[in-house]
């Protein structure tokens, strides 16, 4: 049984290590790899797009498109209201220390996103300007 649970461990791992060390794509022109930010740009242009055509496609009427608009304002709204809803029930469950640290953790998360993010567009651009140029 204990060899059973060490095999399926190692094979768990071996999986896990695997999935994390897949390569992001390589841009053909440049033949580097696209950072992040620059693969959910291009994910969300396309996504954006295909609502579009979705939506003519629907043949809208005007007033259908104002409603689908004011739904989808709304729905937004209430999303950002439960976000806030969860915070307040969050600071009466947690202590002022752990709240505080919560807060700590959050700036921590944010600055780090924040490093990444000029991280992958200096070297974006110190890769691909240089092409762009010639």
Same mark, same amino acid.
């Given at each position: 049984?204990?060899? $059973?649970?060490?095999l399926?461990?190692?094979?768990?791992?071996?999986?896990i290590?695997?999935?994390?060390q897949?390569?992001?794509?390589?841009?053909?022109?440049?033949?580097?790899?696209?950072?992040?930010?620059?693969k959910?740009k291009?994910?969300?242009?396309?996504?954006?797009?295909?609502?579009?055509?979705?939506?003519?496609? $629907?043949?809208?009427?005007?007033?259908?498109?104002e409603?689908l608009?004011?739904?989808h304002?709304?729905?937004?709204a209430?999303?950002?209201?439960?976000?806030?809803?969860?915070?307040?029930?969050?600071?009466?469950?947690?202590?002022?220390?752990?709240?505080?640290?919560?807060?700590?953790m959050?700036?921590n998360?944010?600055?780090?996103?924040?490093e990444?993010?000029?991280?992958?567009?200096?070297?974006?651009?110190?890769?691909?300007?240089?092409?762009?140029?010639?």
């Open positions: 049984m204990k060899k $059973l649970m060490a399926s461990f190692a094979a768990c791992m071996f999986t290590s695997a999935i994390a897949t390569e992001r794509p390589v841009d053909p022109a440049t033949q580097t790899q696209t950072p992040h930010n620059e959910r291009k994910h969300n242009k396309e996504n954006h797009e295909r609502r579009k055509d979705e939506m003519k496609e $629907l043949n809208l009427t005007p007033e259908q498109k409603k608009k004011t739904n304002k709304e729905m937004k209430k999303h950002n209201e439960l976000k806030k809803e969860e915070k307040e029930k969050s600071d009466k469950i947690l202590t002022p220390e752990q709240q505080a640290k919560r807060e700590e959050k700036k998360r944010r600055a780090q996103r924040a990444h993010k000029d991280k992958n567009n200096k070297s974006y651009n110190a890769e691909v300007a240089p092409a762009v140029q010639q």
